[in-house]
């Protein structure tokens, strides 16, 4: 078997199964942390994942999946506002990788990369993970045990885990913890009985967007939402272009690739799904197999809309029991603020200088400790909060503070969702 090209149409049918299913457990966690329906998150990647590779030219072997730097603004639009609000505030979202896409097509890669360094990425990172603790805590209270069963399972399956299933530790900690919320009685009669009303096969629950300005100004301002997935999409090229031994931000280009996946992006958020991106679990994948061949993506992006059309498959979703939820999102957060302290130690950034140390605490300090800036927008009376202010006080900070020494600029190699 070829690392880069499968021959056999058979064998590309089943790893593009198999590639599918590695980015299931992630893909689906998003909606239902959210709000949004898990049916539509997974037609929506496997619809955004065929459009980035169209407009790519198949150059590129990655996977669309739901993205977790949207949880927290998506959640709060999808209970103010509603799920249509939602959509419309995601698509302009997307727009912003449009913007980044024309600014470095403008400026070139490396000038507009500097803006940044991993000395503002990883504790931006950081605070996604650690901003998000207490909705996981919150979850995995309502049953303990339950949670921790959870966990654990996810654990073993991630450290002890062989092949494929040391890749699926959220989909395997998932299924351990709805089996036990089965046998113990913790799943409720309406999700059962939901269950086994719903067909084998249907359409998923699409809904059109709807355009709110305040919905746009909670999930797309500049600052913080497009940094974190700037980074986020730059890093999982960088990443696997090294996996493959390749050089993508080079051909097709960064401007290309960032213009496919803001367009794959809208065109989940227009179907009713949560925001799509690269996904770091896709390379993880492309490593353990070396299977490179961006057709076998493409088949597991038809199986990922296939998947979709199951609304059987959307009840056992929306049934899981909070517990469950909890106990998978502690590792799933932890590991997001683990990447951000990753981020730093990987770029070798020098606390002994108090440029990078004041830089890193304003960013944790303004990004965790509640602190908040009203802003006017459209009207409307909004906040300029958590990660979004943490991340446009660190962008200030780094171009302002004069620099030391020379200070190693780029993006992390590793990023989350």
Excluded at 224 to 249: C, M, Q, S, W, Y
Excluded at 284 to 302: F, W
Aim: net charge positive.
């Amino acid at each position: 078997m070829s690392a880069s090209t499968i021959n056999d149409p058979a064998r590309r049918v089943v790893l593009g199964l198999q590639h599918s299913v590695a980015m299931f457990g992630a893909t689906v966690l998003v909606p239902i942390l959210v709000g949004l329906s898990p049916s539509v998150a997974l037609f929506g990647a496997g619809v955004a994942t065929l459009i980035f590779h169209l407009l790519t030219r198949g150059q590129v072997p990655i996977f669309l999946g739901s993205s977790f730097a949207f949880i927290a603004p998506t959640a709060l639009v999808v209970k103010e506002f509603g799920p249509a609000a939602a959509g419309g505030g995601l698509m302009a979202a997307g727009l912003m990788y449009l913007l980044f896409s024309g600014l470095v097509k403008l400026l070139g890669t490396d000038r507009l990369l500097r803006v940044f360094p991993p000395v503002v990425t990883g504790p931006v990172i950081i605070v996604i993970g650690l901003g998000l603790s207490s909705v996981a805590v919150n979850q995995a209270k309502t049953n303990w045990w339950l949670a921790l069963a959870t966990l654990l399972a996810a654990i073993v399956a991630s450290i002890y885990g062989r092949g494929l299933f040391r890749m699926l530790p959220i989909l395997i900690g998932v299924v351990t913890g709805y089996a036990v919320s089965l046998l113990t009685g913790q799943v409720s009669r309406e999700g059962l009985d939901a269950i086994a009303a719903a067909p084998l096969l249907g359409l998923p629950d699409f809904h059109a967007p709807a355009l709110d300005w305040r919905a746009v100004a909670i999930i797309a301002p500049i600052a913080p939402i497009a940094v974190v997935t700037f980074i986020e999409h730059v890093g999982d090229v960088i990443v696997n272009g090294r996996v493959v031994g390749k050089n993508f931000l080079e051909k097709p280009g960064l401007s290309r690739t960032l213009f496919a996946d803001g367009l794959a992006n809208m065109s989940s958020a227009a179907l009713g799904g949560p925001a799509a991106t690269t996904y770091a679990e896709n390379t993880g994948v492309l490593a353990l197999t070396r299977v490179y061949d961006p057709r076998v993506l493409q088949i597991g992006a038809v199986f990922a809309v296939l998947f979709g059309c199951s609304p059987k498959l959307a009840a056992v979703l929306k049934s899981l029991p909070q517990g469950v939820l909890g106990g998978v999102s502690i590792l799933l957060f932890g590991m997001i603020a683990s990447v951000g302290i990753r981020t730093l130690s990987e770029a070798k950034i020098d606390f002994a200088h108090s440029r990078n140390l004041i830089i890193v605490s304003l960013i944790l300090v303004l990004g965790l400790g509640g602190a908040a800036f009203p802003i006017q927008v459209a009207g409307t009376s909004l906040e300029l909060h958590g990660m979004a202010l943490a991340a446009l006080v660190g962008i200030l900070a780094n171009l302002i503070l004069p620099r030391q020494r020379d200070e190693m600029d780029g993006p992390p190699e590793r990023t989350l969702h």
